[in-house]
Nanobody, 116 residues
């Protein structure tokens, strides 16, 4: 059973930074691209960032380009999302995601709140 466990969320002031982590287990992590999604209250879940198996290619939603950075450590089975220059509209629950053999797996999410 694929397991994804996010951590690192919290309350931060506008302009601040956070680093989210997602620890993966029970699948061959280095064989799969990984994604970060987020869901704000009353809104649909949206794709924020993706990273290929090796980490050589990354993609971002336009709303976070230049502010967020996705990375991975295949030795630690962990994917990260560095959030910089945070804005109130970045407030959401952030989820780690992987597609393994046509099945989508999600973590429990970690809350990020940007407020003064």
């Amino acid at each position: 059973q694929v397991q994804l466990v996010e951590s690192g969320g919290g309350l931060v002031q506008p302009g601040g930074s956070l680093r989210l982590s997602c620890a993966a287990s029970d699948f061959t992590f280095s064989n799969y691209a990984m994604n970060w999604y987020r869901q704000a209250p009353g809104k649909e879940r949206e794709l924020v960032a993706s990273i290929t198996r090796s980490g050589s290619i990354t993609n971002y939603a336009d709303s976070v380009k230049g502010r967020f950075t996705i990375s991975r450590d295949n030795a630690k089975n962990t994917v990260y999302l560095q959030l910089n220059s945070l804005k109130p509209e970045d407030t959401a629950v952030y989820y780690c995601n992987v597609l393994v053999r046509r099945d989508k797996y999600w973590g429990q999410g970690t809350q990020v709140t940007v407020s003064s």
